[in-house]
Each structure stands twice: as structure tokens, then as C-alpha cells.
């Protein structure tokens, strides 16, 4: 069955999702937010077919989340590095928000999992709900408004 396309709804969580929902998109999002950032690297930290990594780069480049920038090593022929884009950087809230619910819900034995810290200060961050004036709103007193297809 082939997939359907969200890139042009009305809602903002299935567009986004259109994107990130591939499977390993959002580990190479991840691993980018991490520093990593050469193909080879991503093959190897991820275990990922080099056809599939291709793929998914190329979409992320496509969307204006990653950039490719080229560089060569002596000796060698020209590559490229990936590099998050100021709006594949925002990205982080999302991760640290999904990354937040999996360890209270999703937990593994055996200790920490990942988690975002402030570059400056190595506190530990979490992801929240913010109204435009700076309150921060519980997740159970959010609620989510789709417009509708007329709207």
C-alpha cells in the first residue's frame, strides 16, 4: 500500500511527522544533535543501510533541516558533512520532549538514559508547554486544536 502524504495538510503535527515519522529519521536528528555528523559516522553509530542513510539525509536536506557542507581530506575525494540548520536545531525541544515521556513511561533497567543539559552549565533541561506569556501549562491542561479543512 503506498504511503499517504501529510506535507500539505492543515495540521502542523502530521506535516511534521510526514518528515520525521521515516523510520531513523529522527536517530539521525539525534545523532546530529549529538555532533555527529559524517556519513560513516552515522553508519556505524546507527547501524543503518548506507541507501536508507542516503535517503533519509536527503530529505532532512530537502526540508531545510540538515545542510550538506563538502570537505576533503588529503588524499581523498570530496565528502560531505551534515550539519543541523538553525531549524533542525529547534528540533531539540521535540526530541527532549519525546525523550522525557519514554523514560517515565518507557523505562529500561540498568540506570540513566539520554537526556538534553544546558551547553553553559551541564543542568539538566526538560521539554514544556509554554503559553505565549511565559506560564508554563501542565500537559494534562493542554488541549490540542486541529482547524478545520475550511478554516
Known amino acids: 500500500m503506498p504511503?499517504?502524504?501529510?506535507?500539505?495538510?492543515?495540521c502542523a503535527?502530521?506535516?511534521g511527522l510526514?518528515?520525521?515519522?521515516e523510520r531513523w529519521t529522527g536517530m539521525i536528528v539525534r545523532d546530529a544533535l549529538r555532533g555527529i555528523d559524517r556519513f560513516a559516522d552515522f553508519v556505524a553509530?546507527?547501524?543503518?543501510a548506507q541507501d536508507v542513510l542516503t535517503k533519509r539525509l536527503n530529505a532532512l536536506v530537502a526540508a531545510g533541516v540538515m545542510e550538506r557542507i563538502p570537505y576533503q581530506?588529503?588524499?581523498?575525494?570530496?565528502?560531505?558533512?551534515?550539519?543541523?540548520?538553525?531549524?533542525?536545531?529547534?528540533?531539540?525541544?521535540?526530541?527532549?520532549?519525546i525523550g522525557d515521556w519514554a523514560a517515565a513511561h518507557l523505562p529500561v533497567d540498568g540506570g540513566s538514559t539520554s537526556h538534553f543539559v544546558e551547553a553553559a552549565t551541564g543542568q539538566r533541561v526538560r521539554a514544556a508547554l509554554v503559553?505565549?506569556?511565559?506560564?508554563?501549562?501542565?500537559?494534562?491542561?493542554?488541549?490540542?486544536?486541529v482547524p478545520s479543512a475550511g478554516s
Not at 18 to 21: E, F, K, V
Not at 73 to 97: F, I, N, V
Not at 131 to 145: E, K, M, S, W, Y
Open 131 to 145: 503559553t505565549d506569556d511565559g506560564r508554563i501549562v501542565a500537559p494534562v491542561d493542554a488541549q490540542l486544536v
Open 73 to 97: 581530506e588529503d588524499g581523498s575525494r570530496m565528502r560531505y558533512r551534515y550539519a543541523l540548520t538553525p531549524t533542525g536545531r529547534q528540533l531539540a525541544t521535540a526530541l527532549a520532549s
Open 18 to 21: 510526514d518528515l520525521l515519522g
Open 45 to 48: 553509530e546507527l547501524g543503518i
Open 13 to 15: 503535527i502530521a506535516r
Open 3 to 10: 504511503k499517504t502524504s501529510h506535507a500539505t495538510s492543515g
